[in-house]
C-alpha cells in the first residue's frame, strides 16, 4: 500500500542535517482507529524529517475533528484536535521511545496514529465552566438555573456563613 507515510530515508541519512517536508492528506479509514469520536473524512498531516548523527528526527503536526458527550451536562461536543509531535526514529535504537528505521524506511503512520489516541479526551467537558446538569431535577444549568435552587437555605448554614463573613473582615 503506497502511503505518503511511508518514507524511504536512504538520502537523509547519508547527509546529517539534511531535512525533508511532508504535506499529506491521509483518510481516516488508513488509520483505523477504532474510536468513534474521531469523525474526519481525512486528516492532514505535515511532518518534518531532520537527519541526525544517530537517526530521523520526526516533528509535525495533525489535525482531526473530534466529537463527544460532555461528562457534566451530557451535551454534544463537536471540536479539533491539533496534535502536535516529536518522535525520533533510529536504525539502532537508543532511545527507549524512538521507533525503528525498518528497511531504510520510516513509517510514520503508526507513530502519528498513537498521538492522536493519545489526545483524544477521556474525560471530555463542552466548556471549562460547564456548570453541568441540576442533581435534584436534571435541567442543564447553562441554560439558566432550575427551581431547586430557590429552595431557602438551611439557617444552620447562615449562621456559618456570617461566622465565616467576620472572619474573612477580619484578616
Ligand atoms: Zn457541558
Ligand atoms: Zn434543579
Not at 530515508?9 to 482507529?33: C, H, Q, Y
Request: aromatic share 4%; glycine share 6%.
Amino acid at each position: 500500500m503506497a502511503t505518503p507515510l511511508v518514507v524511504n530515508i536512504i538520502e537523509l541519512l547519508r547527509r546529517p542535517g539534511t531535512i525533508k517536508d511532508i504535506d499529506a492528506s491521509i483518510a481516516v479509514a488508513d488509520f483505523d482507529f477504532a474510536v468513534e469520536q474521531i469523525i474526519d473524512v481525512v486528516i492532514p498531516v505535515t511532518v518534518r524529517l531532520e537527519s541526525l548523527s544517530n537517526g530521523v528526527a520526526v516533528t509535525g503536526r495533525a489535525t482531526a475533528q473530534w466529537q463527544g458527550v460532555c461528562r457534566r451536562c451530557l451535551g454534544h461536543i463537536n471540536s479539533e484536535l491539533i496534535v502536535e509531535f516529536a518522535e525520533m526514529y533510529q536504525v539502532v535504537l537508543q532511545d527507549p521511545d524512538a521507533f525503528a528505521i525498518e528497511q531504510d524506511q520510516v513509517s510514520l503512520l503508526p507513530m502519528v496514529r498513537e498521538n492522536i489516541l493519545l489526545a483524544v479526551p477521556l474525560a471530555p467537558t463542552c466548556r471549562e465552566d460547564c456548570p453541568g446538569l441540576c442533581g435534584q431535577c436534571g435541567a442543564d444549568l447553562s441554560e439558566g438555573s432550575c427551581s431547586c435552587e430557590t429552595t431557602a437555605p438551611d439557617p444552620r448554614w447562615a449562621v456559618l456563613d456570617t461566622l465565616r463573613e467576620n472572619l474573612t473582615k477580619d484578616s
